[in-house]
């Protein structure tokens, strides 16, 4: 909110506390300067003609100072007093009534610099109703006290805002609303020029928020309604979501939780419209720590995320009931790892890509036992199948079935026999 110059008053009491009706002998060149009309000329150079009563200046006349200054209307007993237009030395003009040698009453002050005031004074200052104007096209159309705009009034910027409401020394201060060329509009109360306390915002393209100002920003608690449909309630900090609060999406996804410059960070829940629930740790918008999902279809997780994907330690419960304890990387399981089926198998080694991959050892619920190379969930490589009774196979398999070079054991550990598989069946035996 910008200030008003007060040059132009300051020389104002200046000239008028220095020339008029000053100590500084005359001589009257014309007329009767005791009653009646007359024109005096002072030894400092000032000239006054006009009116004259008990040999002071009273009803109508013109006073010119040495430097320029003048004054042209009423007199009493001395002082200027009435209606009368006065023109400072820098140009600066004030036209309107007088009281007590001081501006009082109606009257318009135009400033050198193209600035106008018009309206009431009070002892010499701008007080009651008024409007001023500046040159750059600003406008103020209200109460004034002491020279400053205080009490109701409006405020029509020269770039198309505007405000309309209370204000105090020169800002606005107490309830009011605020207009924006560009379609936004803020309700609520100020101090000292800043928004404070409760107000209501609403944006150009339909989004409001309403709550908790503080510094001009959204500070505090309050419901930031998106014109999309989004809706986020809860604490604010410097115009950002920070803090607790619940984040509802037009398309039915839901979090509630921490928040830190707009985003999700630290604990917290996100219910997507799928009906899967995630609660746990965030950073950056994402799952980022430790933390647990509830699927929709019955699948739970718990262990660790990053970026948004299970990533590190955890476990993965099926609804079936089949289970995954080890490692992910981004979403899979990846690593070291233990898989257990409902029906009491159990594969324990390496996995990628959600299956087993690598090295590791199947217990088949029955006793079997196989130890070795794994491809996409199945036997391929080579690898040992010891079965319950303590005979074995040590070979090659592919796509889960005998393939190539193999010897069969017996309980004991002696060779029965050796040869070749071909798609799970001896084509060649030894």
């Known amino acids: 909110m910008p200030y008003i110059s007060y040059f132009g008053y300051i020389i104002f009491l200046l000239l008028f506390f220095s ?23 002072y030894s400092d150079g000032n000239k006054y003609e006009g009116y004259w009563k008990n040999g002071r200046k009273h009803g109508k006349g013109i006073y010119i100072s040495r430097d320029g200054g003048k004054y042209k209307g009423e007199w009493k007993d001395g002082d200027y007093s009435g209606k009368g237009i006065y023109i400072f030395p820098n140009k600066d003009k004030y036209s309107g009534e007088f009281k007590n040698q001081k501006f009082d009453g109606y009257g318009r002050y135009y400033f050198h610099n193209g600035d106008y005031y018009e309206g009431q004074f009070k002892e010499g ?10 040159k750059r096209g600003d406008k103020y159309i209200g109460e004034f ?12 910027f020269s770039d198309g805002d505007s405000y309309k409401g209370s204000f105090k020394n020169d800002k606005l ?12 509009k803020f309700e609520g109360t100020y101090v000292n020029g800043l928004r404070e306390g409760y107000g209501v915002y609403t944006f150009e393209d339909g989004s409001k928020y309403q709550g908790s100002f503080g510094d001009d920003k959204f500070n505090g608690y309050g419901i930031y309604a998106f014109s999309d449909g989004d809706k986020y309630e809860g604490e604010f900090k410097d115009d950002n979501f920070d803090g607790r609060g619940t984040y509802t999406f037009a398309n039915g996804n839901k979090y509630i939780g921490k928040f830190e410059q707009n985003k999700y960070d630290g604990k917290g829940t996100f219910i997507n419209n799928q009906g899967n629930k995630y609660i746990g740790e965030f950073k950056n918008d994402r799952y980022n720590g430790d933390g647990s999902i509830s699927y929709a ?53 390496s ?65 029965v026999f050796k040869g070749l598989w071909k ?7 030894q």
């Open 173 to 184: 201060h107490g309830k009011g609303t605020f207009f924006m060329a560009k379609g936004e």
């Open 297 to 349: 279809n019955g699948d739970q997780y718990t262990g660790e995320f990053y970026n948004g994907l299970r990533h590190g330690n955890g476990k993965y419960t099926y609804a079936s009931g089949d289970k995954y304890v080890g490692e992910f990387q981004h979403d899979k399981f990846y690593g070291k790892g233990i898989y257990y089926f409902t029906t009491g198998d159990k594969y324990e080694g």
């Open 145 to 156: 006290a002491n020279e400053m705009f205080n009490g109701e009034g409006e405020y029509y």
């Open 351 to 415: 996995f990628s890509d959600d299956m087993f991959n690598g090295r590791g050892t199947y217990t088949y619920s029955d006793g079997d036992i196989y130890i070795g190379e794994f491809k996409n969930n199945m036997k391929d490589g080579k690898g040992t199948y010891t079965q319950k009774d303590g005979s074995k196979y040590v070979g090659e398999y592919k796509n889960n079935q005998k393939e190539g070079y193999g010897v069969f054991y017996n309980p004991e550990g002696k060779t």
């Open 423 to 429: 798609n799970g069946d001896i084509v060649i035996r």
């Open 19 to 41: 020339f008029w009706d000053s100590n500084y002998a005359g001589e009257c060149i014309r007329g009767n300067c005791s009653e009646g009309y007359g024109t005096m000329v």
């Open 125 to 134: 200052k701008r007080h009651g109703k008024g409007i001023f104007k500046y």
